[in-house]
């Protein structure tokens, strides 16, 4: 499969990681829009949000899991979270993942 993420995941493309586990990869995006901009997937391969059932939701729930550790890691205290869910919103990679901003995201 032709999916950027999934290779990140197999290490057939190199990432600046920042959290790893079973079930979660968390990296740095190649091309942040914040002071921290971390880009965090499940392992599994969904499409987007849209493709999220109540089999796969699991996935879902592990990146949520993950998100409070990475952001304690990083010693984000306040953080935005963004999924872009469709081409017409923003999605350029369809695996899908949660964009963790950090940094004084007022005037964002
Ligand atoms: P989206 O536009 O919501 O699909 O987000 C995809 C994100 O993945 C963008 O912010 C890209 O900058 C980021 N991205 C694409 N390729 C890589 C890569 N090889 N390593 C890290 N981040 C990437
Ligand atoms: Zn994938």
């Known amino acids: 499969m032709d999916c950027i993420f999934c290779k990140i995941i197999k290490g057939e493309i ?42 796969n939701a699991c996935a879902a729930a592990n990146v949520f899991t993950a998100i409070p550790k990475i952001a304690r890691e990083l010693g984000l205290e306040n953080y935005r979270i963004i999924n872009n869910c469709g081409e017409g919103a923003g999605q350029t990679v369809f695996h899908i993942h949660f964009h963790l901003l950090g940094g004084d995201l007022r005037d964002f």
């Open 14 to 55: 190199p990432s600046k990681k920042v959290y790893e586990d079973e079930n979660v990869l968390a990296f740095h995006d190649i091309n942040p829009r914040a002071k921290t901009h971390i880009v965090v997937i499940p392992k599994e391969h969904i499409e987007s949000a849209a493709a999220i059932d109540a089999q």
